[in-house]
C-alpha cells in the first residue's frame, strides 16, 4: 500500500538556518504530493504541492521538488524565521479514479530559536 | 470568506456517553473527511464522504459514525464503544484537486 515516511524530529534550528526535512514515499501509479504545516492547537494548512515528476513546489519561501526516481519529495528552506516553527507533514494523494484520500508521514516538529 | 469550520474547539465528556463533533464548509466541496490525530502518529482517516448520503470507513472507523445529509455538512459521533477517544479531531474537505482543507479542530477529552 502507499505510504510515507518523514525524518523524525524535533528538528531545532537557530534563525537564518538552512531547512530540510526528508521525505520518502511508497505508492503505485503517479501520486500528488504535498507538504501541509501545522501551527500550534489549529489545523493543518496546505503549504506546496506538485502533481507530476520533477514539478517543484513553492510557496513563502518553502520549496519541493517532486523526484520519481528517487521517490522523494524533500521541503527546503534557504533561511527560517522563527514564525516557522510548526509541525510539517508530508503527504501523497492516492492516483487513479475516486483518488480521494491523502496519505500522511507522522510529521516533523520544527522549532527556530532566535 | 470561504473555509471549514469546527465545533465546539475543545469538548469533554464523561466516558460511556456518546459525543457528536460539528464539522460546516461552504467551499462547495464533494468531499469530505475525518481524521484522529494523536501525539507522534501523524493523521489517521476515520471516515470520509465523496457525496451527499454516502461515506466510506477509513483506518480507524471502529467506535465512529457519521451522516451525510447535506453538503455542506459532515458529523463525527464518537460512541462509547470507542476505547480511547481522547484525541484531537480534523475535519477536511476536497474539490476537484486532491488537496484537502483543513478546519481548526476540535480537541475531545472523555474522563
Known amino acids: 500500500g502507499n505510504s510515507v515516511t518523514q525524518m523524525e524530529g524535533p528538528v531545532t534550528l537557530s534563525e537564518e538556518a538552512f531547512l530540510t526535512i526528508n521525505c520518502t514515499y511508497t505508492a503505485t501509479g503517479y501520486p500528488s504530493l504535498f507538504w501541509y504545516v501545522q501551527y500550534p492547537g489549529e489545523g493543518l494548512q496546505l503549504l506546496l504541492k506538485a502533481t507530476k515528476a520533477d514539478d517543484k513546489g513553492s510557496n513563502k519561501g518553502f520549496e519541493a521538488t517532486y523526484r520519481k526516481e528517487t521517490t522523494s519529495f524533500h521541503l527546503e528552506k534557504g533561511s527560517v524565521q522563527v514564525s516557522d516553527s510548526a509541525v510539517y507533514f508530508c503527504a501523497l494523494s492516492k492516483s487513479g479514479a475516486g483518488s480521494y484520500q491523502l496519505t500522511f508521514g507522522k510529521g516533523t516538529k520544527l522549532s527556530v530559536i532566535p | 470568506d470561504g473555509g471549514i469550520t469546527q465545533s465546539p474547539k475543545y469538548l469533554f465528556r464523561k466516558e460511556g456517553q456518546n459525543v457528536t463533533l460539528s464539522c460546516e464548509q461552504n467551499?462547495?466541496?464533494?468531499?469530505m473527511y475525518w481524521y484522529r490525530q494523536d501525539p507522534g502518529q501523524g493523521l489517521r482517516l476515520i471516515y470520509y464522504?465523496?457525496?451527499?448520503?454516502?461515506?466510506q470507513k477509513g483506518d480507524i472507523a471502529e467506535g465512529y459514525s457519521v451522516s451525510r445529509e447535506k453538503k455542506e455538512s459532515f458529523p463525527l459521533t464518537v460512541t462509547s464503544a470507542q476505547k480511547n477517544p481522547t484525541a484531537f479531531y480534523l475535519c477536511a474537505s476536497s474539490g476537484t484537486e486532491y488537496e484537502q482543507y483543513f478546519g481548526p479542530g476540535t480537541r475531545l477529552t472523555v474522563t
Open positions: 464522504s465523496q457525496i451527499v448520503n454516502d461515506f
Open positions: 467551499l462547495n466541496h464533494d468531499a
